[in-house]
């Protein structure tokens, strides 16, 4: 879950207005909300900060004199939250729960239903005591219920259960973590939360869910017999995969349904299909999981508990294909797709085209920021950039998946250069020496990437080897 610094600003508005010192010491960004309208980002010191939309307190900067729902436009600092380690965020329409490295969760917002685990409506962030003797590893947000997984496999759930998305056997909120006992002999490894339904994956591969099933998010059919009413939820985990003989590996929910992978490559997919989210060439909702044909196999998928995009990763190609909700289009089937980025056009120009299984482009154009792309424009002859999924999702949504972690872009265009930079990053025995230069600039933050490229500078290298009796202390290597 990675997005380049330099493609940050041109995939998130949200971010245009930040500035510059704040938004080159970014580390892990969280965009969320139903517009995509709040943001919580997180610096190399551990100082985490929000601002955008702030919907029932849930970007935990308190009693902000701008909190009932306005919007925020200078970043505040969290200050519950500095020093912590998070790790993770998770957002719901009006709640936000935060992980730390330590296996702490933290909340914050509206507590209408419970979805905050505590016995209070509050504005910071606040520790949930009740989980304070487990290690948690892993969080979800529905809509108005939560979802914390433990080290040890086990699955906790509160909030909202009107359709049995908290998976108790019955439809009564909860204001406290409950433990999930139908599932305590299963070793969970993988939760996630739609709108109002719920999936985990243990490590025998099995595939559960639960909650809502309107559309067949749940994968378990339209009905339990075939002269019972169609089955709009189900409030029991429900084994829908099993990985006995078909394991899964990986597994992620939209708004109103659920992608899966296997191990060998395949990928499965049920519920809501109208916005063709579900890859199959139809808009007709999948009430059992199907498969989702594609020319090579997938190494990994996503989507968002809000969104109707869905993104999956080949293993041998560099582009993401994609299916669902793209801007003002709807794209049935899964269709390989990668930004358009050349410093020779203006600062705006950026696109995303995509291509089909012969590598020629779509004929309908895919709506982006700024202008269409069709198969005319010049931009076909542009040079190709690699892209994740996580880049080609905030594209088009405008906003983040889950919580990414920000990397510096790589781009060195010369081996040596290259093999330099990873001596110096990762070898803890390396000391660089520079001599004099002709420039004053830091080599080391330059905003490209290069270290030291179109400058007069001759570094030199120097790796000690270890003393022992083999070796005499004098010998070292020189580059």
């Known amino acids: 879950m990675t997005l380049e610094r330099s493609k940050l600003r041109r995939s998130i508005p949200m971010l245009n207005d930040l500035d510059s010192y704040l938004y080159e010491d970014i580390r892990r960004v969280f965009v969320f909300g139903r517009n995509n309208d709040s943001v919580i980002f997180i610096t190399r010191n551990d100082h985490v900060y929000s601002y955008g939309r702030n919907n029932c307190g849930y970007l935990g900067i308190g009693n902000h004199q701008n ?36 296996g702490k969760i933290y909340c914050c917002g509206s507590n209408e239903f419970g979805q905050l ?40 759930g ?22 999930l006992r139908r599932l305590k002999r299963e ?21 559960f869910t639960w909650g809502h099933n309107a559309f067949g998010q749940l994968g378990i059919g339209h009905h339990n017999h075939p002269n019972d009413k169609q089955l709009n939820y ?31 490559g395949q990928m499965l997919g049920f519920g809501s299909n109208y916005y063709g989210q579900l890859g199959t060439g139809s808009r007709r909702n999948q009430f059992k999981p199907i498969p989702i044909y594609t020319q090579d196999k997938i190494n990994d998928i996503l989507t968002s508990p809000f ?16 299916f669902g909700k793209c801007g003002d289009h709807w794209l049935l089937t899964p269709i390989d797709t990668k930004i358009i980025d050349d410093n020779e056009q203006s600062p705006s120009s950026h696109s995303i085209i995509s291509k089909d299984e012969n ?15 069709d198969n005319n424009s010049s931009m076909l002859t542009k040079k190709k950039n690699k892209s994740n999924s996580h880049e080609i999702f905030a594209e088009i949504n405008q906003s983040t998946a889950h919580t990414t972690k920000v990397v510096r872009r790589f781009n060195h265009t010369n ?41 007069n500078i001759e570094p030199k290298w120097s790796v000690e080897k270890s003393n022992n009796h083999h070796s005499n202390h004098n010998n070292h290597l020189r580059i």
């Open 117 to 156: 685990g505590i016995n209070e409506e509050i504005n910071i962030p606040k520790q949930i005591e009740s989980l304070s003797n487990e290690f948690i590893i892993g969080i979800a947000c529905g809509a108005f219920h939560s979802l914390a997984l433990t080290k040890r496999g086990q699955l906790f």
């Open 359 to 373: 590598n020629n482009p779509i004929s309908n154009p895919i709506m982006t920021n700024h202008y269409l792309m």
């Open 234 to 264: 189900c409030n029991i985990p429900t084994k829908v995969i099993d990985g006995n003989d078909f394991r899964i590996k990986q597994v992620t929910c939209g708004q109103n349904h659920v992608l899966a992978l296997s191990i060998d």
């Open 187 to 207: 070793n969970i490894v993988e939760i996630a939360c739609g709108q109002h339904h719920s999936v985990a994956l243990t490590r025998s591969g099995h595939l």
């Open 158 to 179: 509160w909030g909202f259960n009107f359709w049995g998305q908290l998976g108790l056997g019955d439809n009564h909120n909860r204001f406290q973590p409950t433990l």
């Open 307 to 322: 969104s109707n995009t869905s993104l999956a990763r080949t293993r041998k190609k560099r582009n993401s294909l994609v």
């Open 415 to 455: 081996l040596f250069w290259q093999v330099l930079y990873l001596m110096k990053s990762k070898l803890p025995k390396i000391k660089y020496h520079h001599r004099s230069t002709t420039t004053n600039d830091n080599d080391d933050d330059n905003d490209d990437g290069r270290m030291g490229q179109n400058r």
């Open 67 to 102: 909190n009932n729902g306005d919007l925020i436009i200078e970043p505040q600092k969290i200050h519950q939250l500095c020093g912590r380690k998070i790790q993770e965020f998770s957002a719901g329409r009006n709640h936000l729960l935060a992980r730390s490295k330590t």
